[in-house]
């Protein structure tokens, strides 16, 4: 599945993107903010990410921002399976934060999910990371007033976590505009 947004492409990632991810990654900044991704993150892990096999009902997409030499590689954005949530997840390069792209990418991601057939999505972000929860409220997440404790194995440890929540069958819900319907790989 692809889609565009005003400055992103988001498609799936290729084995090939391997060496770019590995690079973006290489980023203890990056790594200490997500629940799932290792530290120190090597190139297996890397190459196992870019080729795993991707999931219909639940997307990962790379951002890219397409350009006349290709794409380059500046993050990702997709929604997983969290017990009985569906949660949204992101990361963007170092160079490419403060400018909107995980924001962007996150609303389409949001609206796929809601064609997809989602009806509600969660999202969570380290308390010391508030730039995300800016991030997902921008994005249209409310927070539930709910805190937890999370695993992070970036940081091999637990750390607080404030939780949010997107209702996407909302009666005000922003219709999916055409600009970013998903297209079939």
Not at 10 to 28: I, S, V, Y
Not at 110 to 118: E, F
Not at 171 to 182: D, G, K, L, T, Y
């Given at each position: 599945m692809f889609t565009r947004t005003e400055r992103l492409l988001?498609?799936?990632?290729?084995?090939?993107?391997?060496?770019?991810?590995?690079?973006?990654?290489?980023?203890?900044g990056i790594v200490c903010n997500l629940a799932r991704a290792p530290w120190p993150y090597?190139?297996?892990?890397a190459r196992e990410f870019a080729g795993r096999e991707q999931d219909q009902l639940y997307p990962v997409f790379f951002l890219t921002l397409p350009g006349n030499h290709g794409s380059e590689l500046i993050g990702a954005c997709g929604i997983d399976k969290c017990g009985d949530d569906v949660e949204l997840?992101?990361?963007v390069a170092r160079p490419?934060?403060?400018?909107g792209y995980a924001s962007e990418a996150g609303r389409a991601?949001?609206?796929?999910?809601?064609?997809?057939?989602?009806?509600r999505l969660t999202a969570a972000h380290f308390a010391d990371?508030?730039?995300s929860g800016r991030v997902l409220k921008k994005i249209g997440f409310t927070a539930t007033g709910n805190t937890a404790m999370r695993y992070s194995r970036g940081r091999n440890a637990e750390a607080m976590t404030y939780e949010f929540a997107m209702d996407l069958a909302?009666?005000?819900?922003?219709?999916?505009?055409?600009?970013?319907?998903?297209?079939?790989?």
């Open positions: 988001l498609r799936p990632g290729w084995p090939e993107d391997w060496c770019a991810l590995a690079q973006a990654m290489n980023d203890t090597t190139e297996q892990d997840g992101y990361w490419h934060w403060g400018k991601v949001a609206r796929i999910a809601a064609v997809l057939g989602h009806k990371n508030p730039a909302a009666p005000n819900a922003q219709p999916v505009p055409s600009e970013i319907q998903p297209l079939a790989a």
